[in-house]
């Protein structure tokens, strides 16, 4: 079960990985608050996921994207001649049913760039504690092609957290991009609560500074 939570946050790391990405449906000019995506009714910004068990403030440049079949493949049909790249991504959320155990998916905007995504699971892991955990993800991270991997206890509002740091490089059809992840996950009730941010290049800090402020507002169970 592990393994499989991990698989979904790296499915979600492929999702829009060329830095050119735009806001579906925005214009050269939008503001920095993105326009919702075809078939995505969710409001940029604000409390995401309550109905999940858990709840995240989003700032007012990242969107939820609703984990819909029906807005997913609206929002597939509407990218896939301008960003195939992404519309590959969410195709593979839609056809394997991954996105129906996600608990959060949402994209991260610079005026109209994209600077990169999050995703929020929730996985058993029984008696298990973090410092069992730790060398198991670092493993399977490191399996996959991770690298200046490290890993820390930190506090947030959800409690204790491992922190883990990483980056990976994703094959992007001809390029290679480097992928910056910053992720937290949290036990509670041997359940794992994972939340993973995926950051851009050419400059992934202020996705990672906004990751870094977004997991404050983290709670579980409301």
Known sequence: MRRTALAFGLVVILAGCGSSQTAPGASPTAASIPTAAP??????????????????????????????????????????????????ALNQLLTS????????????????????????????????DLDGLGPLMEGQLKNIGVANFSSSKVTIPAGTALALKYTLTVHSGATDVLVTGHAWIVIQNGQAYQVTFSC???????????????????????
């Not at 403030?57 to 896939?80: C, F, H, I, S």
């Not at 990751?211 to 404050?216: A, E, K, L, N, S």
């Open 97 to 128: 049913g991954q996105f129906s155990s996600f608990l959060l998916y949402a994209l991260g905007y610079n005026g109209t760039a994209y600077i990169g995504n999050t995703n929020a699971t929730s996985f058993p892991v029984g008696a298990l």
């Open 200 to 222: 851009n290049p050419p400059d992934p800090s202020p996705c990672l500074s906004q990751g870094d402020q977004m997991i404050q507002t983290f709670r579980i169970g409301g």
């Open 39 to 88: 078939g995505n009714t969710a409001a940029p910004g604000g409390t995401a996921a309550p109905a999940a068990g858990i709840t995240l403030t989003l700032l007012p440049n990242w969107q939820k994207v609703d984990l819909t079949r029906e807005a997913l493949q609206n929002m597939v049909t509407t990218l896939g001649p301008s960003n195939p790249q992404l519309a590959a």
